[in-house]
Every structure is written in structure tokens, then in C-alpha cells.
């Protein structure tokens, strides 16, 4: 907060634990530009996933009071409160129920709130109201290896993905490892191991940004005595496509019966949890292209595969994201590195697409000194 008084923003907190500043604009009855990201992080995780999109909006504003640039629409930076613990702070802002009985790092949620400055008595009073914004932005590193691989320097979001998720249960029959015979064996390991196998293959043989993940096992009684008689595991489909994962949910549904008929097992799938996608609006798509231009930086279109409080403000407003290339791809990890000119960079292409939202007159991109940039 004593940063963005320090860039001339007067910051609050709002209920749910968030932090807004806001910069006032020179033409009254305009709704707010509002950017920004988040600055928790997950266990162990790195020094630019959320920072980056946060520090870097704090400095966009900082910038423009630099060089005595005056925003028709008032400008509102967010640090939003618990993003890796599920979009939490941006739930509240949609509305959403909050669980404040929910444990993070031993701290109940509720309890939490008041040690940041928020009211979960008060929690209505977080939220926003569709249409409160002129549009939404947000800068953050990739979190993939897309752009790093391509050697692009900018990356323009398409949207977040759609997630699909399953529970399976495959039921088998426990019985003595050394003295079943293979050809009378219901092993609901086998069965569990041909069916992730399965998922490999449906996903893989499309073309596609689509994945297929099995991330969680659990296999009963677990000995290695014992022939398995269930196993529980996890199934979770992304893509940009709502109708393509639902599509790739049935061919797994399809081939996880033959599997079952072939093992002599039961396998029983249920959707346990849906997001639908948040796309990214055209318009903001395109001046994001149109600020990279201006700034002679190749871009790149992408979904992006990780959720963010971007997809919450899609329930409200017009919003974009920003990537900038993740080295070797790696993220929620000590070793996440985004170089030092690419995070300028990518400040440098939020503060022109805030400018180019802004309004519709193109600055003079021809004189150095009407168009500001941030420094490195």
C-alpha cells in the first residue's frame, strides 16, 4: 500500500482482503481502468507468479505520474487476496460464497481476513457489480514453455481454459497375489492403469492445445501381497473448448466400459466439479497486439492453461491477459525465472494497452517522448 501511495494511488482495503488503489481521471462518469494480479504464492513457489502482475501495475501508474500523463478514465490497480488458494479474493468479488471456515497454512479463513485488514462479516460490501469497469488486465509470466521455446516476447491470452474433472472408481477383487491364477484375476490396478493410458491416448490424438491429466491414485489394500481390489484416481480434462473437453469426457466414458469388460471390473466415472472458459475479449486482445506493435514486439496467441482472478473478472467485464515467457517453462518452483527485460517488457505493453483502452487517439508513436515507457 505505502508503494502505490508512493506512485500516487490512494489504496484501500476492501472486505475480502483485497487492495484497491485508485488514480482518479480527468473526464467524470467514466468507469474505472482496472489491472493488476496477485502476490501470494503457493508452498515453495517462485518470485514472479502474481509479483510480476502486480509490481508492474504499480509502476504503469507510477510512470504515467512521472511523465504528467493524465488518464481519461480513472485507473484502479488490485492486489488480489488469495488467488492460489483458489481465486478467493476475486470470488468475493463476484459475489461468491466464501467457506470462512477453510483452512490456509493452519489460518482460518475467516480469522485470516481480519489479521489482513478484511471483514468477513461484511462481505457483501466486496462486491462488484457487472459492468463496474471500463475493462479488466492483467500481466503475468506464462507458467509454460510456449513462448520461451518460440523465442516470442509477448504473449496475447485467447482465454482460460474450460476444466472438466472426474472422480473414478474401479472395483476389482482382493485375493491372494501367489495363489490366483493371472486368467482369474479382477485387478483393479490393471484395469486403473489401462484406463490412464487411455486418457493419454484420446487427448494426445487430436491435433490441440486440449490435456489429460491423471494426477491422483489411490490403490486398496496396497500391499504387494494382494491382487488390488480398487483403485480411486482422478481425471481432468482442459482446453479453451467447453465442448471439446465434454466430447473427450465421453470417449474416455466409452473406452473406460471396454476396459472394464476386459479386466472384469467396474468402473464408475463422476464429474465432480466444471469451469466453464473465460475468453478474452476481442477488442482487448487487439490493442494488447496494437501496444506490443508500438513497442516492436512480436507476440504470439495462446490459451492460457493455469487458472487466474482474470477468468472472475470475465463474469463482469471485458477482460485481457498479458504472458510474458517463463524459462524452461517452469512455475510454483524456486527455480521460476522470467528475465529482466521480459518483465519490462511486459510492463511496457500493459502501461500502452492501458493508455490504448484509455482512448481511441493513437499516441505519436514516431516521438520517444510521447510514448512512455517503464523503466528496466
Known amino acids: 500500500m505505502e508503494l502505490m501511495r508512493e506512485a500516487g494511488l490512494d489504496p484501500r482495503i476492501d472486505a475480502a482482503g483485497n487492495i484497491f488503489g485508485t488514480r482518479d481521471g480527468?473526464?467524470?462518469?467514466?468507469?474505472?481502468?482496472?489491472?493488476?494480479?496477485?502476490?501470494?504464492?503457493v508452498p515453495s513457489g517462485g518470485n514472479f507468479d502474481g509479483d510480476l502482475g502486480s509490481l508492474s501495475a504499480i509502476e504503469v501508474v507510477r510512470t504515467l505520474k512521472?511523465?504528467?500523463?493524465?488518464?481519461?478514465?480513472?485507473?484502479?490497480?488490485?492486489?488480489w487476496q488469495n488467488e492460489e488458494g483458489g481465486l478467493v479474493g476475486s470470488h468475493a468479488a463476484v459475489g461468491d460464497v466464501l467457506d470462512l471456515e477453510r483452512q490456509f497454512s493452519g489460518i482460518r479463513l475467516g480469522d485470516g481476513l481480519r489479521k489482513i485488514g478484511g471483514n468477513p462479516d461484511r462481505l457483501a460490501e466486496a462486491r462488484m457489480a457487472p459492468g463496474s469497469f471500463h475493462c479488466y488486465l492483467e500481466l503475468h509470466i506464462e507458467q509454460g514453455g510456449n513462448l520461451d521455446r518460440a523465442g516470442i516476447?509477448?504473449?496475447?491470452?485467447?482465454?482460460?481454459?474450460?476444466?472438466?474433472?472426474?472422480?473414478v472408481e474401479i472395483t476389482g477383487f482382493a485375493n491372494h497375489a501367489g495363489?490366483?491364477?493371472m486368467p482369474e484375476r479382477h485387478n483393479a490396478l490393471l484395469a486403473a492403469a489401462k484406463l490412464i493410458d487411455a486418457v493419454q491416448q484420446i487427448v494426445t490424438r487430436e491435433p490441440g492445445r486440449q490435456v489429460g491429466t491423471v494426477g491422483r491414485l489411490a490403490v486398496f489394500p496396497n500391499a504387494p501381497n494382494v491382487v488390488p481390489g480398487m483403485v480411486k484416481h482422478s481425471i481432468e480434462l482442459r482446453d479453451l473448448s467447453a465442448?471439446?473437453?465434454?466430447?473427450?469426457?465421453q470417449v474416455v466414458e466409452t473406452q473406460a466400459q471396454q476396459i472394464a469388460r476386459d479386466t472384469g471390473t467396474k468402473i464408475t466415472i463422476t464429474k465432480v466439479e466444471h469451469d466453464p472458459p473465460a475468453l478474452a475479449s476481442p477488442e482487448v486482445q487487439s490493442r494488447i497486439e496494437q501496444a506490443a506493435a508500438r513497442l516492436g514486439l512480436k507476440t504470439m496467441r495462446l490459451p492460457s492453461g493455469a487458472g487466474h482472478d482474470a477468468q472472475m473478472m470475465d463474469k463482469l467485464g471485458p477482460m485481457g491477459m498479458i504472458f510474458v515467457p517463463s524459462v524452461g517453462g517452469i512455475s510454483h518452483s524456486p527455480k521460476e525465472l522470467t528475465h529482466w527485460p521480459d518483465c519490462a517488457n511486459g510492463a511496457n505493453v500493459?502501461?500502452?494497452?492501458?493508455?490504448?483502452?484509455?482512448?481511441?487517439?493513437?499516441?505519436?508513436?514516431?516521438?520517444?517522448?510521447?510514448?512512455?515507457?517503464?523503466?528496466?
Open 66 to 79: 512521472d511523465r504528467g500523463v493524465v488518464t481519461r478514465h480513472p485507473l484502479q490497480v488490485v492486489i
Open 26 to 41: 480527468s473526464e467524470r462518469g467514466l468507469k474505472p481502468i482496472l489491472f493488476g494480479s496477485h502476490i501470494d504464492s
Open 243 to 249: 465442448d471439446k473437453i465434454a466430447r473427450l469426457g
Open 350 to 376: 500493459l502501461l500502452q494497452t492501458v493508455l490504448l483502452m484509455d482512448t481511441s487517439q493513437v499516441l505519436n508513436t514516431r516521438d520517444p517522448a510521447a510514448r512512455p515507457t517503464v523503466s528496466e
Open 179 to 181: 495363489t490366483t491364477p
Open 153 to 167: 516476447p509477448i504473449g496475447v491470452v485467447e482465454g482460460i481454459v474450460s476444466i472438466d474433472e472426474y472422480d
